[in-house]
């Protein structure tokens, strides 16, 4: 059994967007995504089906060209290699699961490019 937490030890960064990964079992990793409110996740895409929720905040988030809402609670799946980025509207917590196959080192260099 594992233990954690999406909402303690809260650490937003003012000039780029913080990125943890929070557990890693034998089938996923659960990162946490903290964007401050205007930062942006540029245009990417996964190469694995990848889960999206919001734990706090709202976040706009633009699939292949159209942008949809996503606030408080709500989570989304999306298919492998969909082109999508986020843009925080207020200063938001994500929760991003993985495959266990796909890389966190993969999701920081998306960060670093934006």
Do not use: C, Y
Not at 38 to 61: C, N, R, S, T, W
Request: negative net charge; glycine residues 4%; proline residues 3%.
């Amino acid at each position: 059994m594992q233990k954690t937490s999406f909402t303690e030890n809260l650490d937003f960064n003012d000039n780029k967007v913080v990125i943890k990964v929070l557990l890693e079992t034998s089938f996923s990793k659960e990162i946490r995504i903290l964007l401050k409110s205007g930062q942006l996740m540029k245009e990417h895409k996964a190469p694995f089906p990848i889960i999206v929720h919001i734990v706090q905040g709202e976040i706009d988030f633009g699939v292949e060209g159209i942008h949809h809402t996503l606030k408080q609670g709500d989570i989304i799946t999306l298919a492998a290699n969909v082109p999508h980025d986020l843009l925080a509207k207020s200063d938001s917590i994500v929760r991003l699961t993985l495959s266990k196959q796909d890389a966190a080192e993969r999701v920081e260099k998306v960060v670093a490019d934006s």
